[in-house]
C-alpha cells in the first residue's frame, strides 16, 4: 500500500555498494527501533532493490570469522592428537585447491590399537580401572579424552556457549526485563482498576448526597499517570522482547553458518577411510538438518533462564494477588508437571530413536547401492532386502509414536474444548476464538497479555 503524499524520485544505482553493514555502528536507540535500515527502504520504496544495492558486511559479521572463533574454541576442547595441525587454511577455497594435493592426517588416536571384543559404546575395563565407570562410559562413547592427565571433553555446545556468550547474556537479560515488565503489568492495572472505583463511588455519591464509602479519590492526574505508565511497559515490553528475539535468531543463524563452514572445510581434507564412512549423504544431513537444529535451538536457548524466573514471578504476585487460594491452582500445575516433562521426554526418545534408525537405513542402501554388482553376483537380494525391511519396520515403529505424540500436542494447542454442564458447548481453533471481541478466550489473552502472534508461535513450534 503506497503512502499517500509521498513520491521520492528513484535512487541511483549501486546506492549502498562499497558501504559497511551500518548495524555495528548504529546507535542503541537506532538499532532498538531498527531505524538503521531506513536509508534501505527508502531506496526499495522508491524502486525494485537489486543485489548491488545491499550494504558489505564487516568482517566481525562474516561467516568466515565466525567459523574461526568456534573452531579456536572447539579446538581448546580437543586433546592435543586430535587437533587440526595445520590451521592456516581458513577459507573452502583454500581447501578445494589443496585437496588434490594434500595428504591426508592421520592422529595419533587413530594409530592406536583398539579391543576388538569391545561393542560399540560399551567401557573399557582399563579405564573403569583408571578413571572410574562414569568416564570411562564417556570415552566410550568419545565424549571425553584424557591426554597427559588433562580431560577433554570436546563438547560443541560449550565451544558455542564460549563464542557467543556476550550475545546470549545480553539477550537473556533484555528478555529477563521484557519478562518482568509484563509480569508486573497487573499492578499497575489493579491500582488503576481500584482509583476508577474509588473515583466512581465518590462521584455516585457526590451526586446522591451521601457521603463516599471508599473515601476520597486521588486527582486526576494520578490517573491519567497510572494509564500512562501501563501504556509504557507495555510498549517497552514488546520492544525489549523483539530485540531479544532478534538476538537470539541472530545468534543461531551465525552458529549454523559457521558449523556449515567448517563442515565444508572438513570435506575438503577427508582420508580415504573417513570417506567410506562419513559419505555425502551424511554430509548432506550434517548441513541441511543438524546444522539448522543448532540454529533453531540458539534461536530459544534465552529461554531456559528467563522462563523459570517469570514463572517464579508469576506465582509469587498470583500468590500475593488472590491470597491462598492460588494455592490450588500451584497445586495443580505441581502436579500437572511430572507427567508434562515425562511425555516431553518420551516424545525426545521417540525423535532420536526415530534418527537413528533412518541413519541405519540410509547406509544400509548406500552400502547395498554402491556394491551392487556383488550383491547380484551372490545372490545376496532376499538377505539384504529381509535386512533392510527389518530396520525400516522398527523405523516406522519409531515413527508412529513420535507422530502420535506430536498429534496430541498439536491438538492441544490447535483445539479448545468448552464444556458447559458437562456437554461439548464450543469447538473452535484458539484463532478464530482470539477474533472473537466477546470470547471468553479473548479476555483470557488480553489479561494474561498473549497477542494474535504469540498464538500462531505456539502453534508453529507444535
Known sequence: MPIPFYKPSEAPEAVFQGQVFPLAH?????????????????????????????????????????????????????????RIKDEAKNTIEDQVVNAATEKPDVSPSEKKTHNKHL???????????????KKAQKIAYDKLAIEDGREYDMSLW??????????????????????????????????LLEYLTTAHSYYTSSKNGGSP?????????????????????QFLASLLAFKGDQIQSLMGSEMKNAMVDLVARKSMKLSGKSRNEMNNGRLFTLVSSDCM???????????????????????????YNLGYSALVGVAVLAVAAPAQGWFVKLFYNYSDQKEQYTDTRVR??????????????????????????????????????????????????????????????????PLNLFDQKGSIFRSLCDTKHIQREDIIKIKEQS
Open 119 to 133: 561393542k560399540l559404546g560399551e567401557p573399557d575395563p582399563e579405564h573403569i580401572k583408571l578413571y572410574g565407570a
Open 26 to 82: 548504529a546507535n542503541p536507540f537506532s538499532q532498538f527501533l531498527y531505524t538503521w535500515i531506513t536509508p534501505l527502504l527508502k531506496v526499495g520504496y522508491s524502486r525494485p532493490l537489486q543485489i548491488e544495492d545491499l550494504w558489505s558486511l564487516d568482517d566481525e559479521s562474516k561467516c568466515l570469522t565466525h567459523a574461526k572463533r568456534l573452531q579456536d574454541h572447539f579446538m581448546r576442547r580437543m586433546p592435543p592428537s586430535r
Open 364 to 429: 544400509l542402501l548406500t552400502e547395498i547401492l554402491n556394491n551392487v554388482r556383488a550383491v547380484k553376483l551372490y545372490a545376496y537380494e532376499r538377505f539384504f532386502g529381509d535386512k533392510v525391511a527389518d530396520i525400516r519396520r522398527e523405523e516406522l515403529k519409531k515413527i508412529f509414536g513420535y507422530n502420535s505424540h506430536r498429534i496430541q500436542t498439536i491438538l492441544y494447542y490447535d483445539r479448545i474444548l468448552v464444556l458447559d454442564q458437562g456437554r461439548l458447548k464450543e469447538f473452535d481453533t
Open 293 to 319: 537444529i543448532v540454529g533453531w535451538t540458539l534461536g530459544g536457548l534465552a529461554s531456559l533462564i528467563v522462563d523459570p524466573i517469570t514463572l517464579i514471578a508469576g506465582i509469587a504476585l498470583l500468590i
Open 213 to 233: 464509602p471508599l473515601g476520597i479519590p486521588k486527582s486526576a492526574g494520578y490517573g491519567i499517570g497510572l494509564a500512562m505508565a501501563l501504556f509504557v511497559k
Open 158 to 191: 560449550y565451544s558455542i556457549y564460549h563464542s557467543v556468550w556476550p550475545q546470549y547474556w545480553s539477550a537473556v537479560a533484555i528478555c529477563t526485563t521484557a519478562q518482568a515488565l509484563r509480569v508486573t503489568a497487573p499492578l499497575v492495572t489493579k491500582q
